[in-house]
């Protein structure tokens, strides 16, 4: 039966978290924190429709006051081919006003930056559930705001 553990977070205080505790955690510990992070990423971040190469944790950038995050996106012509790529990094800073703020950098093709900001914004804010099943030994992590999960073996 699952139960919940914790409060709800957004999935940017889920993620600035996992990067901490990876900084200060022992060999045995800090592999599972970035393996987490990199879950979370992988579900909940843009993947496909363009961002078909997903999105990722630069785990070498990422530091206790920013996370790195990057992806590549795949560009349509007019006539629907796919013509190219792009690469950016998404650079996620704390603020006071507003929780967090993005820096968006690579080419700006087809204003293809404006685009991502929004979507890395709207992803990012999202709350994210976590709840444990201690019979099966399972975490199941559940956006909610879309109803999407996924789970992971303790």
Not at 11 to 24: P, R
Not at 66 to 72: E, F, K, Q
Not at 93 to 121: C, H, Q, V, W
Request: with cysteine.
């Amino acid at each position: 039966m699952l139960k919940q553990i914790g409060a709800d977070r957004k999935l940017y205080e889920f993620l600035a978290e996992l990067v901490v505790a990876q900084s200060t955690q022992n060999d045995e510990w800090a592999p599972k924190s970035r393996d987490r992070a990199n879950a979370l990423a992988e579900h909940f971040l843009p993947h496909g429709c363009g961002f078909d190469a997903g999105t990722h944790v630069d785990w070498k950038r990422s530091k206790v006051n920013c996370i790195v995050l990057y992806t590549h996106f795949h560009h349509m012509n007019d006539g629907g081919f796919y013509d190219g790529w792009t690469e950016h990094s998404v650079v996620v800073t704390p603020s006071l006003a507003y929780g967090f703020e993005t820096r968006i950098t690579g080419r700006d093709r087809n204003d293809i930056k404006n685009y991502i900001g929004e979507e890395m914004d709207l992803r990012l804010r999202n709350t994210i559930k976590t709840e444990v099943d201690d019979d099966a030994k399972l975490f199941r992590y559940t956006c909610v705001e879309n109803g999407i999960w996924f789970e992971e073996y303790i």
